[in-house]
C-alpha cells in the first residue's frame, strides 16, 4: 500500500518561512501528480499548488506569489516552501497523489492516495 507522510509544519510567526515534505513510500508506474490541500478550522479543504508529473506547477492564487514547489526525484518527495507567511495560512496541509493509468483494452487504473496532513499554525 503506497504511503504519503508529510512533515515539516509547525508554529511560525507571521512572514516566517516553513519547507513541508510530502515523501511516497515508493515507485509507482504511472506520471502521477501531487497536489497539496489545506483545511483551516471551520473551512473547507483548498487547493494550495500542485506538480504534475512533468514538473510543471500551479498554484492557488492566494499563496502564489509567496509560495513554491518543487521535487526531489531520487527520494520522491514534492515540497511546499512556504515564504512570507499569513495568519490565514494556518491549517492543516495534506498531500494527495493522483494519476490514471490506460491499461490494454480500454480500462484504466487509478491511483489515489492522501496523507494525514502536517498542521501549520502562523501567529500574528
Known amino acids: 500500500q503506497v504511503q504519503l507522510v508529510e512533515s515539516g509544519g509547525g508554529s511560525v510567526q507571521a512572514g516566517g518561512s516553513l519547507r513541508l515534505s510530502c515523501a511516497v513510500s515508493?515507485?509507482?508506474?504511472?506520471?502521477?501528480?501531487l497536489t497539496w490541500y489545506r483545511q483551516g478550522l471551520g473551512k473547507e479543504r483548498e487547493f494550495v499548488g500542485a506538480?504534475?508529473?512533468?514538473?510543471?506547477?500551479s498554484l492557488a492564487d492566494s499563496v502564489k506569489d509567496r509560495f513554491t514547489i518543487s521535487r526531489d526525484n531520487a527520494k520522491i518527495t514534492v515540497y511546499l516552501q512556504m515564504n512570507r507567511v499569513k495568519p490565514e495560512d494556518t491549517a492543516l496541509y495534506t498531500c494527495?497523489?493522483?494519476?490514471?493509468?490506460?491499461?490494454?483494452?480500454?480500462?484504466?487504473?487509478?491511483?489515489?492516495?492522501w496523507g494525514h496532513g502536517t498542521q501549520v499554525t502562523v501567529s500574528s
Open positions: 494527495n497523489l493522483f494519476c490514471q493509468k490506460k491499461l490494454p483494452g480500454g480500462r484504466t487504473h487509478e491511483y489515489n492516495y
Open positions: 515508493e515507485s509507482i508506474p504511472c506520471n502521477y501528480a
Open positions: 506538480m504534475d508529473g512533468d514538473g510543471r506547477t
